[in-house]
């Protein structure tokens, strides 16, 4: 009888484990509030009558909540999970809330620095939503880690696109009408979606080993990719022709469902083992003691040596360099090459992102919205990608240097801001695309990195001080781009018509990319030791 039941409460943790990877999967698909900033951000502009220096400080100060980050890291140490991300919820509504009443006139219009609180409450928010969702990863796939954090964030960078759908299909399209549905959306989605989440974010006990992690995660990266494909073609406008926002919506909606058929299918496994077990149970009672031992001996021994053979073929154990808290991370080299390459890679490519609203008008292009959406969709595979070949080479003795996958990535974002000096259309395009998918693997990527040099029991707060380097950019490239932009600009309505507005700007910004590329050549030969000794 205990066979049955240990079994049993094996396969019910493993259905509410792969249940929680779902609920995190749809938390992070609608925590990017940030990235939609671009798509309403010229109308705010209007709307409060600001300056592009003011306009490049909102953006700031919705990085500038992950400043404060590290409340929600030590918060989720000491509170429950559930409680972590409705407050978490609730600075986003009461944020993005209070700007969705000012701007359709509901109360007087506030002045320029409470905008300025209430953007960084509501990034803030993002920190607080992103810690459950990496705890949950870490915690309840102790063993599968990296793969479960970089398939979740991956979803964040669908967050822009999704919110760009559901405006398109239910609101108006005009450019005040999407701006105050925009800040309503990211008033109320992530509340919504966090109070249905709530029960599922908590640390889940597995007894044994799961027998079906391979085929669960097999599943899961086929339904993420065509999710990625899928987000990607509606975002090409010759393709996308075809379908109406309503569509667009009811197909993301489907593939953001789809998961959900892994738990589903994981609990049936249950109920079929359970069956099994008590039929077994039936013959076993025909059997001598003696049989019946030897019988149940060999098939817990049998189960067991199949078990950790399946599961070191699927992956290798996590190893970390060291465990450390905040104060000796600091002092480690290490950490400041690390802090450094992520300011001049991943902090550059968001920065422009959060700047693609400007720098799309600027050239004279109407379509914000379509690049908006490809940058996220193109952000989607790039947080995708580092999970996939984790996956691939956990199946080999191989693993590949996280800091090594940096190098590659960092150089093609500087070249990208190279090719965005080509007036062409195509060449806002391409350029915005490989940014996007760059930037997204950094930003997953870094999350395996900070566990492997500095440990996963004090994470939480370290990734929070790492990303602390994305406010500090924000504020110094973006202040950076807005005087060149004014300098370039018309002086009596600071508006700025033409390829000189980002002409400065990007040549900057590329040649810090290149220098971000030999900090992390650095950071590669230091801890390229570490790395070989974990193949």
């Not at 249950?270 to 003696?290: A, D, Y």
Request: glycine share 10%.
């Amino acid at each position: 009888m205990s066979s049955s039941s240990s079994s049993s409460s094996s396969s019910s943790s493993t259905a509410f484990q792969w249940l929680s990877l779902v609920g995190i999967i749809w938390l992070q698909s609608i925590n990017g509030t940030n990235t939609n900033f671009p798509a309403y951000s010229s109308q705010l502009k209007k709307v409060l009558s600001m300056s592009q220096i003011q306009l490049n400080n909102l953006a700031f100060a919705s990085d500038a909540g992950k400043l404060l980050g590290w409340f929600a890291g030590i918060a989720a140490i000491y509170l429950p999970l559930w409680l972590v991300l409705l407050i978490g919820s609730l600075l986003g509504l009461i944020g993005y809330g209070i700007q969705f009443l000012f701007i359709t006139n509901q109360i007087p219009s506030p002045s320029y620095w409470l905008i300025f609180f209430l953007t960084v409450l509501a990034g803030n928010s993002i920190c607080w939503i992103n810690t459950v969702c990496y705890v949950v990863s870490i915690r309840n796939f102790p063993c599968h880690q990296q793969i479960a954090v970089g398939i979740t964030t991956s979803y964040q960078g669908l967050s822009a696109k999704i919110y760009t759908d559901i405006v398109g299909a239910a609101f108006s399209s005009s450019p005040q009408g999407k701006a105050k549905a925009y800040l309503l959306l990211n008033a109320l989605l992530p509340l919504g979606v966090g109070v249905v989440v709530a029960p599922l974010v908590r640390n889940i006990n597995v007894m044994g080993r799961p027998r079906n992690m391979k085929a669960g995660f097999i599943s899961m990266f086929l339904i993420t990719i065509a999710t990625g494909i899928y987000a990607v073609i509606s975002s090409l406008g010759s393709i996308s022709s075809g379908l109406t926002p309503l569509q667009n919506v009811i197909g993301t909606g489907v593939l953001l469902l789809a998961p959900l058929g892994i738990p589903i299918v994981e609990k049936m496994r249950e109920n079929l083992s359970r069956k099994w077990n008590l039929n077994r149970e039936r013959r076993v009672h025909s059997f001598t003691m003696e049989e019946n031992s030897n019988g149940i001996g060999s098939l817990e021994i049998g189960a067991v040596k199949e078990g950790e053979e399946l599961d070191g073929r699927q992956v290798h154990e996590p190893c970390v360099r060291e465990e450390i808290g905040v104060k000796l991370m600091v002092t480690r080299l290490d950490f400041w090459l690390y802090f450094f390459v992520y300011f001049f890679s991943a902090t550059l490519g968001l920065v422009f992102l959060n700047n693609l609203g400007q720098i799309a008008e600027s050239r004279g292009s109407s379509r914000t919205s379509s690049l908006v959406s490809l940058s996220s969709s193109f952000g989607f595979f790039g947080r995708l990608m580092p999970s996939l070949l984790d996956y691939l080479f956990s199946r080999s003795k191989y693993m590949i240097s996280r800091p090594a996958l940096i190098v590659a990535l960092v150089a093609p974002i500087g070249g990208a801001f190279f090719l965005l000096l080509n007036p062409a259309s195509f060449s806002l395009f391409l350029g915005t695309a490989i940014i996007g998918v760059c930037t997204g693997a950094i930003t997953s990527i870094a999350v395996s990195i900070t566990t492997e040099l500095f440990g996963t029991k004090n994470f939480s707060v370290n990734h929070n001080v790492v990303v602390a380097n994305i406010s500090i950019g924000s504020f110094v490239f973006g202040y950076l781009s807005a005087i060149l932009y004014r300098k370039e600009g018309n002086q009596e309505d600071g508006r700025c018509m033409g390829m000189a507005c980002y002409r400065s700007t990007f040549v900057i910004w590329g040649s810090l990319c290149f220098l971000g590329t030999g900090l992390a050549l650095v950071l590669f030969a230091r801890t390229r030791k570490f790395y070989s000794q974990r193949s």
